[in-house]
């Protein structure tokens, strides 16, 4: 604070007389009568002094910091790390949309015209859409629809989200199988375990537990698949159970595929 400021704030009528080593007032050339003599005198010469001193605290309060533009960073150069991510366009998503339907095309291209995969060439299964009603099931609902490559004419379970229901798919040909596919219309994530019937009539299971792959959104069909390692014994059937309850509805099956040599 500079002296000129305190003299100039100083309330009319105060007097101030500071001990020299102050410094901050220019007690002589100030002095008054009211500093002399007596108590009265005292007292006001008191008062003055905390007038005096609140005028230099306020000042002090007020006064701005004089290099603060310089020494502060300026607002604009906050961490380029914090600034939010540009949102995608519409043409980014429609783009992505392609994007992901041309990967599905790839994939499931491959399952379709892989020279080691064979489909099924009949099929049974635990319950049929419509069998517990008074007409019986009707054609497009059994269990054979789900021999020969995808089609869309399907297998529909009679349970929407009670017990287990099982089907089980025979080839043509035994192989060393490698690894089983089915397309899922609807109903994928509700299979709870995947068998392999040999040649000898024994099953083996190769897979079970909860289903845990994502939805694919990406295309018509769902391809639940399973690998493993090559069965000693040629499989002859697949048997696979569903969890009725783990996703609710009924459940739809267009074909099984059998991998191996
Ligand atoms: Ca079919």
Redesign the pocket.
């Known amino acids: 604070m500079r002296e000129t400021e305190v003299g100039s704030n100083r309330p009319s009528g105060g007097v101030v007389e500071l001990p020299p080593s102050s410094g901050r007032f220019r007690a002589g050339a100030n002095r008054a009568p009211c500093c002399k003599d007596g108590f009265v005198n005292k007292a006001l010469c008191v008062l003055a002094v905390v007038a005096a001193l609140s005028a230099c605290s306020k000042k002090t309060e007020e006064a701005p910091v004089a290099d603060a533009g310089t020494s502060a960073p300026p607002a604009t150069q906050g961490p380029a790390q914090n600034a939010p991510a540009a949102e995608p366009t519409e043409a980014d998503r429609e783009r992505a949309e392609k994007q992901a339907a041309l990967d599905y095309a790839t994939m499931e291209d491959s399952y379709l015209n892989d020279p080691k995969g064979q489909w099924a060439q009949s099929a049974t299964a635990s319950s049929v859409f419509g069998e517990t009603g008074s007409s019986g099931p009707s054609d497009v609902n059994q269990a054979q ?4 490559k ?5 297998w529909t379970n009679d349970h929407q989200d009670m017990g287990f229901d099982t089907f089980e798919a025979t080839f043509g040909k035994p192989v060393h199988a490698t690894e089983v596919r089915v397309v899922f219309r609807k109903g994928n994530e509700a299979v709870s375990k995947v068998e392999l019937k040999g040649v000898d009539g024994a099953y083996t299971t190769v897979w079970s537990g909860l289903n845990e792959d994502p939805e694919d959104r990406r295309g018509s069909r769902q391809w639940f698949v399973r690998k493993f390692a090559a069965t000693s014994n040629p499989v002859q059937s697949v048997k696979v159970t569903i969890a009725n309850t783990v996703e609710r509805g009924y459940k739809a099956v ?2 099984v595929q059998l991998v191996g040599e």
């Open positions: 629809n789900m021999a020969g995808p089609d869309g004419r399907e267009d074909a």
